[in-house]
């Protein structure tokens, strides 16, 4: 101890635990760094969205989750060592993956292969470490370069001819300019924007050309994020624009007589014409109708075609992973029986106390031992309720009614809160907040006897709320619900 003069033995091995401490607790901060600009892709092509720690530091037994609006489902999950498919959402599935074996120096750059416009927005990369976590968010900005601009004359307006054009396969929606063959900007009319199921929009737009001399236009459209334009031109034949007859201002003072009489031949004349060119432009129309109506068609169909082919790959996963996959409530009820309800008067409400004698909906049958089932409770316009599942183990045991103790399994609604609450009388097991995004009018609730699953989901959006799994049922079991809140808590 010569080289600490004046501290004890004691006061030295304090001294040193504190550095450690501090040094240990120093090494364990992280924060995590993404892109400091938005990450654009092609649609159909692959992008790569970047994230790692600060400072670089191995992630291997870390929990990173990249997610969208919610933490689950999610666009992957890292957990265990490896990456779990559990949470993931259906339309991610086999196009996400960590880039590299660079995890080991902290770096968890998510892939996502043939990006869709539905893709395009912000991402949330997470890294958690015990009881440590932190985050950043990632854009992603999709562009969609559409097909090459269809411009064809629709026919003569307002003293010129109405040329329109069009193209479809666009994301975001783009912008179209007119261009006259000197190189001067058109005035156009307002465009108009169709979404397609993909999320791709279609736009027309249309402009009147009424100077002959600036005969050759072309129509040019412009993706807004990549500034990449796509353009064609149209040669517009001069016969097509009204003409004027230039001597008879000259003569309409001088020879009347000879004015009327050539007027009435010009008029027949120019009848003839204008006739003549509306039977053309008719005729090109008619073509033109015609054969963009094939297009289209076409078009649908192989769309259709397309979306029922995804529908169904989509059904066929689900089907094989329906228990992990927490989503498509509608799907889901296929494998569950609905179940026949009574709804109660509520007139009356109990007191908190007497937690059972409240519930305001019954079986259509003496209880639930077995099975998979669901059934919908709504809720619209009620600023309290409780709903779940009560389990009475008395059923079976033939215990008295004195010793009778009821479980609890609820998601409850509090003004603007919302609650999970596992309890058997007073008597709290479990007891957290739920994350619900949008206002619900009908809460759906799956019910898994053999897995021993109670699982609430937000028929307002579709989204999983919360699910109880960890618990074994031993009795008969009922559905719940009540328009009041559940007054118990761990803090009162």
């Known amino acids: 101890m010569a080289a600490f003069p004046g501290i004890s033995p ?6 040193l635990l504190f550095q450690v401490c501090t040094w240990s607790s120093a090494v364990s901060q992280f924060s995590v760094k993404g892109p400091s ?8 092509a692959d992008a790569t969205l970047p994230c790692s720690l600060v400072p670089e530091q191995s992630a291997v037994n870390m929990h990173i989750r990249w997610y969208r609006t919610q933490l689950s489902p999610a666009v992957l999950v890292y957990k265990d060592r490896q990456e779990q498919d559990g949470e993931q959402m259906l339309e991610y599935r086999d196009r996400t993956k960590l880039l590299g074996t660079s995890i080991d120096k902290g770096d968890a750059s998510l892939l996502i292969q043939q990006v869709r416009a539905s893709d395009d927005g912000q991402y949330r990369c997470q890294f958690k470490d015990g009881s440590m976590s932190e985050e950043t968010t990632v854009q992603l900005q999709v562009i969609g370069l559409g097909s090459t ?9 307002e ?72 353009a064609s031109a149209i040669i517009l034949p001069e016969p097509f624009f009204p003409r004027m007859c230039p001597w008879k201002a000259a ?24 006739a003549k060119e509306r039977a053309i432009i008719r005729k090109k129309k008619e073509l033109e109708e015609r054969d963009q109506m094939k297009i289209e068609k076409e078009a649908a169909l192989q769309t ?17 992973d329906w228990k992990k996959a927490l989503i498509y409530p ?94 058997c009388l007073q008597e709290i097991s479990r007891e957290e907040p739920a994350e619900v995004e949008k206002i619900p009018n009908k809460i759906m609730v799956f019910l898994d006897y053999e897995d ?40 009162a």
């Open 330 to 423: 509608d799907w889901r009820k296929e494998h569950f029986k609905s179940v026949k309800l009574t709804v109660k008067n509520d007139k009356e409400e109990t007191t908190p106390s007497n937690q059972g004698d409240s519930n305001l909906i019954t079986l259509n049958q003496e209880d639930i031992t077995s099975g998979r089932f669901y059934w919908e409770v709504d809720v619209e316009d009620t600023e309290e309720w409780t709903v779940g599942v009560y389990e009475d183990s008395t059923k079976r045991s033939g215990a008295s009614e004195d010793s009778q103790r009821k479980k609890f399994r609820i998601l409850e609604k509090k003004g603007n809160n919302y609650r999970i609450l596992s309890y």
């Open 452 to 491: 021993s699953d109670i699982s609430f989901y937000n028929m307002a959006d579709g989204n999983h709320i919360f699910s109880f799994t960890e618990d074994t049922f031993s009795g008969s079991l009922y559905p719940y619900f009540k328009r009041k809140s559940t007054e118990l808590s761990r803090n």
């Open 251 to 274: 003569t309409l003072g001088t020879v009347p007589v000879l004015l009327l009489l050539l007027a009435g031949v010009s008029y027949t004349g120019w009848r003839k014409h204008q």
């Open 159 to 230: 003293n010129g001819i109405r040329v329109l054009c069009s193209s479809s396969g666009w994301f975001p929606k783009p912008s179209v300019r007119w261009i006259n063959k000197a190189g001067g900007e058109l005035k156009s009319l307002p465009e108009s924007f169709t979404e397609d199921d993909k999320g791709l929009f279609h736009v027309e737009s249309s402009v009147i050309v009424t100077d002959s001399s600036m005969n050759n236009v072309t129509c040019s459209i412009q993706n807004p994020l990549s500034g990449q334009q796509i």
């Open 149 to 157: 601009p269809q411009v064809y004359m629709t026919g003569p307006e």
């Open 304 to 320: 259709r075609g397309k979306l029922k082919e995804e529908l169904a790959r989509r059904k066929r996963l689900y089907d094989l």
């Open 10 to 15: 004691a006061g030295f091995l304090v001294l």
């Open 37 to 44: 600009q938005p990450v654009r892709a092609l649609l159909g």
